[in-house]
């Protein structure tokens, strides 16, 4: 969401394809960061083990001799991310 503090959600319920209401429906909710990262981690591991299932290896991890900065640590490590859903 970059950086919103808040999301408007809006939904329109139906039957048999016709609209319920008059209006649709919606609720403003606000950012919750603890839940973000939380969402992020499982992402991110659900990201390692596709990887992990489709190259039969494990997803790079920055280590002591890996890439010399922690950002470019960081890009290759979401490059092979990528690649595990690329397909």
Known sequence: M???????FVWE??????????EPRC???DRDDREIGQLVG???RLI??????T??????TAGIN???SRRDALRERDAFRALALAD
């Open 55 to 60: 190259t039969g290896q494990r997803p790079p």
């Open 42 to 44: 499982l992402a991110t």
């Open 27 to 29: 609720v403003w909710i």
């Open 48 to 53: 390692d083990e596709l990887y992990h299932r």
């Open 2 to 8: 970059l950086g919103a503090e808040r999301t408007l």
């Open 66 to 68: 890996a890439a010399p």
């Open 13 to 22: 319920e139906h039957d048999n394809f016709r609209p319920i209401h008059d």
